[in-house]
T-cell receptor
Framework: DAKTTQPPSMDCAEGRAANLPCNHSTISGNEYVYWYRQIHSQGPQYIIH???NNETNEMASLIITEDRKSSTLILPHATLRDTAVYYC??????????????FGQGTTLQVKP | DGGITQSPKYLFRKEGQNVTLSCEQNLNHDAMYWYRQDPGQGLRLIYY???????QKGDIAEGYSVSREKKESFPLTVTSAQKNPTAFYLC????????????FGPGTRLTVT
């Protein structure tokens, strides 16, 4: 699975959009981009995933660049409860995939009032 | 309510003792996973099981053992051979409708002194 690079920390004002970037320049054609978040002392929570088209669900939007070498997770109206560590993970869906998720250090998002 | 439960939330043991962490899911998922998280770090895979009565070592299996006798249960034993057992342990499962999305339990924080 390709490696990802994320900024270690970001701040966002409550009510504003939070844009979290992720670089995955070595991503291959069958690898998906996944985002999870982990609120302090809890288990990670799945947010969204995509292959090449932009995706949106009730939690967030995922924008993937045309060359797929980077992506941005957007929380449209951040709240204090969105303060967490956000992990960008790249993995393929092939039969050889064990299901293992490779978590890097992630981005600590601090939403401020 | 479907989900994954881990118990207890906090566990304290003396060095040299084996300890078993519980993980139960009622999501009817085939695959289950155990991860370890150290302070400020991402998650690392200990063991995983893609089907009942079968399991494989992850990246850091030494000093740990598992069993998968029932679909719903995947207990992890931290043995006295594990050199640095103090950590946050997370269990996850995945299955239909999206086998690529993992659901995590709340975690067990193990402290060995």
């Amino acid at each position: 699975d390709a490696k990802t690079t994320q900024p270690p920390s970001m701040d966002c004002a409550e009510g504003r959009a939070a844009n979290l970037p992720c670089n995955h320049s070595t991503i291959s054609g069958n690898e998906y981009v996944y985002w999870y978040r982990q609120i302090h002392s809890q288990g990670p929570q799945y947010i969204i995933h995509g292959l090449k088209n932009n995706e949106t669900n009730e939690m967030a939007s995922l924008i993937i660049t045309e060359d797929r070498k980077s992506s941005t997770l957007i929380l449209p109206h951040a709240t204090l409860r969105d303060t967490a560590v956000y992990y960008c993970i790249v993995r393929n869906h092939g039969s050889s995939n064990t299901g293992k998720l490779i978590f890097g250090q992630g981005t600590t998002l601090q939403v401020k009032p | 309510d479907g989900g994954i439960t881990q118990s207890p939330k906090y566990l304290f043991r003396k060095e040299g003792q084996n300890v078993t962490l519980s993980c139960e899911q009622n999501l009817n998922h085939d695959a289950m996973y155990w991860y370890r998280q150290d302070p400020g770090q991402g998650l690392r895979l200990i063991y995983y099981s893609q089907i009942v009565n079968d399991f494989q070592k992850g990246d850091i299996a030494e000093g740990y053992s598992v069993s998968r006798e029932k679909k719903e249960s995947f207990p992890l034993t931290v043995t006295s051979a594990q050199k640095n057992p103090t950590a946050f342990y997370l269990c996850a499962s995945s299955g239909l409708p999206d086998p690529n999305e993992q659901y995590f339990g709340p975690g067990t924080r193990l402290t060995v002194t």
